[in-house]
């Protein structure tokens, strides 16, 4: 597709089970990138990956998350052990096409909402 | 440590009038990046613009300007006769020099314009 892709859209699980969220980014996008969006709040980082080499998870809030993008395409960002604090939005993003300059601009999915019950 | 505030959680304004939203940020580095994205009732985040820092530039895109002070730690943005389709979350955010877009976002301010 033209944009990046996120899926599910939405997600209620109970609290104790693992989720997995799926981001594709677009087409011959280098880096690509994990953040989480509170209600109200602006978003914070989780995570970033260069092709598929993970290069930062300092805003991995424990190590119950993890995330991975093991062909440098698709990447998935894995919840275990769900708690109700992990109810946020989960948006991805990418930027930097292969060969072009990086200009700064991220360009976001339109997220993943995660309930935990 | 990095941090982006904005003050303005909700602003209203009726169509036409100007509005401008008000960005203060604090960061140790000397080479930094600042953005603003856009938040559309949708929910996507639309990237609106990137500044470094050695640019202190005010920039021009239409009715869209934003003023960028060093000396005060702040990159304002103005939107000039605003419209109803202006009504959205605005962010700004920060990042340091390093090859990547760790962005340190504000909380956002609402903007309502009102026909």
């Known amino acids: 597709g033209a944009g990046v892709s996120q899926s599910p859209r939405y997600k209620v699980t109970k609290r104790g089970q693992d989720v997995a969220l799926r981001c594709d980014p677009i087409s011959g996008h280098v880096s690509l990138y994990w953040y989480r969006q509170a209600l109200g709040q602006g978003p914070e980082f989780l995570t970033y990956?260069?092709?598929?080499?993970?290069?930062?998870k300092s805003g991995l809030p424990n190590d119950r998350f993890s995330a991975e993008r093991p062909e440098g395409s698709i990447s998935t960002l894995t919840i275990q052990r769900t708690e109700q604090r992990d109810s946020a939005m989960y948006r991805c993003a990418s930027s930097w096409h292969r060969g072009g300059t990086n200009t700064g601009e991220l360009f976001f999915g339109e997220g993943s909402r995660l309930t935990v019950l | 440590a990095q941090k982006v505030t904005q003050a303005q959680t909700e602003i209203s304004v009726v169509e036409k009038e100007d509005v401008t939203l008000d960005c203060v940020y604090e960061t140790r580095d000397t080479t930094y990046y600042l953005f603003w994205y856009k938040q559309p009732p949708s929910g996507e985040l639309v990237f609106l613009i990137r500044?470094?820092?050695?640019?202190?530039q005010n920039e021009i895109s239409g009715r869209y300007s934003w003023n960028f002070q060093k000396s005060t730690s702040s990159f304002n943005f103005t939107i000039t006769a605003s419209q109803v389709v202006d009504s959205a979350v605005y962010f700004c955010?920060?990042?340091?020099?390093?090859?990547?877009?760790?962005?340190?976002f504000g909380a956002g301010t609402r903007l309502a314009v009102h026909p």
């Open positions: 955010a920060l990042s340091e020099a390093g090859g990547y877009n760790k962005l340190i």
């Open positions: 990956f260069n092709y598929e080499a993970q290069q930062d």
């Open positions: 500044r470094n820092s050695f640019d202190e």
